[in-house]
């Protein structure tokens, strides 16, 4: 906005006149734009967009178009100085808006004709969206065993698909000529179909939006009928008695017709006597002499076709039930627990079921239970017990044979507080045997090594004792009564040692023995031995030779080990004469001093 003012004068004196105007101008907008750059969007995800408009005056006025509609959720603003207006659009684009022109216009309200506009063709990303149905020229009605099949998938996805699958039951399907089935993109081939071919089929693909599946296809494929599995096929009979012969089959389409005939070694017969319910027939029979007994069969037939191989169905003379089988414990507790069996063929005759529980030690009978299922449960029974269960089924002809099993209570609360207890105490006891045994050991130990110590000292000291015997008593004519002995007086210090002081012998022998106190002592028999010895030498030696020289030995490490009396040394006696050296013993008592 802006005033221009006119001016007018004629002299100098007066004030000039003046007049003014005041001009408002209106300008249409020069420039719209989107700030945001032209990216695909994703398929319901929120996106804001902002549009930018300046020049107008008045400010403009912004508005958005999707295609020729205009969307209002939208927000404005203008700057102080008016001259820069923006819009901001909230949208969550979809699918269908993909292809469709979004524009932001900019207006002068006071200039018709103002508009301006920028705007870009929307592309929106979306994940992928099938539709599986069988092939154009199949009719689902009239699909039979042998048929060939295909399915196709119809996709859209934006962007295009970067994998495609097939599943038949949730298990993915591939490409094997072997079983005709073959994979290729949005179609699928199944070639002669059969009955396991029945089931549902789904396609799935994945783009960078996701992975989605298709509707489920269910492939009813029509057959002939066939026997059901799982159905009684040994029926035990006495002769005279009627039987039920059940036979059921699985066809499509499930409207049958049934035809039943026995058949034996020797003739085959047509059996008339049934009647039919869906998939289901029932014949009656009635063996009376041994060739009635065989197999019956049964055939069935529905728009497809008659059965291939026929249901079978033995007749056999009743016997005795078949033993029950894959039996199994349950909810052992510490007085009770559970049985369950399955049960074998009745031998063709009604069947009840026993139970007999014996503990082990003894086989003592606990329990006996019968049922007419295999099903018991055995009550009462003592607990930590260990017990042997027999199960058999019964008719009219006899019993079968026992099934075995081997059953243990648990041991009560109570039981295995005093078994932990017991175990305490059988720890504490043992270890006091095994102290109590290796002190004991020990004992023994030393006892025996004093006995051998005591008993090796002894034999030593008799051996010692025959050996100077035996010395004395060899040659007893070859010595006289031996020399006078001088013995000096011996040191008190040391009583166990004979003192080193010289011993004389002299040519006369004195055959009583005084001590120093001058008294006479008689000669020990040992030591006259020794003088006879003596005194022989005297005679075969010079006289320089006769006199001998003893010299008490030093102690031996070993002397205190040897066994002795008071009164008893051991000495070394020299004898240089023979030059050899002898051992002996001399009993004397240490008081004497003079031999």
Known sequence: MSTLICQASNNNMSLPLSSSITLNMNFRPLTVTIVEKRLPLSSGKMVQLECRTNGSRPPAEITWWKGSTQLRSTKNRTNKDETLTSSFLTIRPSREDAGKYLSCKAENPNMPNSAIE???????YYPPELTLRLGSKLRHSH??????????????????????????????????????????????????VRRSSRGHYI????????????????????????????????????KHDGVKVRCEVDADPSSVTFKWAFNNSVERLDIVDFVTSGTESLASYIPRTEYDYGTLLCWARNSVGTQRQPCGFLVIPAGVPDPVHNCSVFNETDHSFRVECEAGYNGGLGQ??????????????????TSPFPIFRARNLPSSSSFVVLVYAVNVRGASQKHFLRVNTHASPETQ??????????????????LVSVAVGIILVAILTIFVIRYRRKKG???????????????????????????LPVEEKCPDLIPGNSVHLHANP?????????????????????????????????????????????PLSDMRDLPYSE????????????????????PFNSNHTNV
């Open 417 to 434: 507080a005093h078994n932990v207890s017991n175990q305490w105490r059988l720890a504490v006891s043992s270890m006091l045997i095994i």
């Open 203 to 238: 396609c799935s693909a994945r783009n960078s939006e996701g992975v989605r599946e298709s509707n489920a296809v269910y492939l009813r494929v029509q057959y002939a009928p066939i026997c059901k599995p799982d159905q009684r096929a040994i029926y035990g009979v006495p």
């Open 510 to 554: 004195s055959p009583d023995l005084k001590n120093h106190d001058g008294d006479e002592l008689s000669t020990p028999p040992l030591l006259r031995t020794t003088h006879e010895m003596l005194d022989r030498s005297a005679r075969e030696f010079s006289p320089t030779e006769r006199q001998l020289s003893l010299t008490a030995p030093e």
């Open 461 to 487: 000291r008799e051996n010692g004792n025959k050996e100077s015997e035996y010395k004395s008593k060899r040659n007893p004519e070859k010595y006289d009564s031996p020399a006078s002995l001088n013995v």
């Open 352 to 369: 009840h079921f026993v139970m007999e529980v014996l503990d082990t030690p003894y086989l003592q009978l606990q329990a006996n239970m």
């Open 143 to 192: 699909i039979q065993e042998g048929n060939d099949v295909y399915f196709e998938c119809n996709i859209r996805a934006n962007p295009w698909v970067t994998e495609i699958r097939w599943e038949f039951e949730r298990r993915e399907l591939q490409t094997n000529t072997t079983v005709g089935i073959i994979v290729s993109n949005q179609s699928l081939v199944l070639q002669k």
């Open 567 to 586: 009164g008893q040394r051991r000495v070394k006696k020299v004898l240089p004469a023979r030059k050899h050296v002898e051992e002996q013993w001399f």
């Open 118 to 124: 920028d705007g870009w063709v929307l592309e929106v």
